[in-house]
């Protein structure tokens, strides 16, 4: 798999878009790149997973260059309950479910 | 209703022991996974499970290992708890939109 780097921590103020980057300079041509989140105390929720097209769920945007070296994650009205942990992982193979090895992820703070 | 639930949430025990984690999801999904959370916060895959195989992640010791009685449930049983062992232990079971964990069993050994 290839390895991701994201910024250990971010704030974001309430009803703030909020954008969180991770390099994967080394993906390769089949693999995706997925983001789940943890909230404290909680099991890791997904969020939502692209290949190389920007997508668009209820919960956030993706947005993935054309080199796809790196990705944006964008929750466009960030509020308290969004502090989280973010993990973007990059996996191969459009299954959501595959096996995952989560990174050190980065703390988003909501602030008021 | 819950879609993946563990029991129990909390287990304290002392070295040495034997414990269970029970894991159940009723998503009807055919794969499940055991993770766990070491104190860094890093999410480490133990196990991945279905009807048909068992993926072992070479890391883990042969004191865990998984029992599966039906599709809808992945226990997880560890022989001989150490104090390494304390973590957070999450199910997971996969589905056509990602996998949906479990709320996580605080273990500590004493």
């Known amino acids: 798999d290839a390895k991701t780097t994201q910024p250990p921590s971010m704030d974001c103020a309430e009803g703030r878009a909020a954008n969180l980057p991770c390099n994967h300079s080394?993906?390769?041509?089949?693999?995706?790149v997925y983001w789940y989140r943890q909230i404290h105390s909680q099991g890791p929720q997904y969020i939502i997973h692209?290949?190389?097209n920007n997508e668009t769920n209820e919960m956030a945007s993706l947005i993935i260059t054309e080199d796809r070296k790196s990705s944006t994650l964008i929750l466009p009205h960030a509020t308290l309950r969004d502090t989280a942990v973010y993990y973007c992982?990059?996996?191969?193979?459009?299954?959501?479910?595959?096996?995952?090895?989560f990174g050190g992820g980065t703390r988003l703070m909501v602030k008021p | 209703d819950t879609a993946v639930s563990q029991t129990p949430k909390y287990l304290v025990t002392q070295m040495g022991n034997d414990k269970s984690i029970k894991c159940e999801q009723n998503?009807?999904?055919?794969?499940m996974y055991w993770y766990k959370q070491d104190s860094k916060k890093f999410l480490k895959i133990m196990f991945s499970?279905?009807?048909?195989?068992?993926?072992i992640n070479e890391t883990v010791p042969n004191r865990f290992s998984p029992k599966s009685p039906d599709k809808a449930h992945l226990n997880l049983h560890i022989n001989s708890l150490e104090l390494g062992d304390s973590a957070v232990y999450f199910c997971?079971?996969?589905?056509?939109?990602?996998?949906?964990f479990g709320p996580g069993t605080r273990l500590t050994v004493l």
């Open positions: 997971a079971s996969r589905g056509s939109l990602g996998q949906f």
């Open positions: 080394t993906i390769s041509g089949n693999e995706y």
């Open positions: 692209g290949l190389k």
């Open positions: 992982i990059v996996r191969a193979g459009n299954n959501a479910g595959n096996m995952l090895t």
């Open positions: 998503l009807g999904h055919d794969t």
């Open positions: 499970y279905n009807n048909k195989e068992l993926i």
